[in-house]
């Protein structure tokens, strides 16, 4: 079976991942200018304009090749309506991919949801992408994320003193991290169908090699 890089479209039990659309803008807007919803990301809340322009180039990113960053939409499986995101960044040094940008919207219904997305997508990294390590980070006093990370198969690594700075003050990181032949004993069902899952003809968007 093959998956084209240029339109991600990964099914779960419970949920989808799948590529931004235009129709996405405004799910996206509310989420990335929401002060609640970003309280613990990497960066600030955005404006209306400026999510747009992230959403812009989100979308752009899809062309690039090789493609280095996949920022895909949440939905229930079987179902297509935007209810969180979240991000891949293939890195340039070695065999390692960052997951990141988890937001599901508490209203969405997808309970535990963060979990599933972030095991489908470390199934993505791990199988058409052939990546070796990927691994994720979470600001140091965040309330769930680490049982999160747990739930997601990653192990703890390492705490980042003040990688960033947001709301006016400097946050510390912990890191998790998984590899892939340990990850992938572990697949569910439907993660090991996207791992056996290869880049179908545009083979230029395959981001590393195996």
Known sequence: MTIDLRDVDLVGARLRLRDLRAGDLGVYQRIFTDPHLTRYMGTDSMGVQAAAASFEAAMCS??????????????????????????LLVEDFGSN?????????????????????????????????????????????????????????????????????????????????????????????AERRILALRPGAAREHLTVGR
């Open 62 to 87: 899809r062309g690039e090749s090789p493609r280095r960053k996949y920022t895909l939409a949440i939905t229930a499986s079987g179902a297509d309506t935007m209810l969180g995101t979240i991000g």
């Open 97 to 189: 991919a960052m997951i990141g940008g988890l937001v599901v919207l508490p209203d969405g219904g997808l309970r535990a949801g963060g979990i599933e997305a972030g095991r489908l997508m470390a199934a993505f990294a791990f199988g058409p992408l052939g990546i070796h390590r990927v691994w994720a980070g979470h600001r140091h006093d965040h309330p769930v994320m680490d049982t999160v990370m747990a739930g997601v198969g990653l192990t703890p690594e390492a705490r980042l003193r003040q990688l960033y700075r947001t709301q006016g003050q400097w946050r510390d990181v912990c890191t998790y991290a998984a590899l892939r032949p340990e990850w992938a004993a572990t697949a569910t069902p």
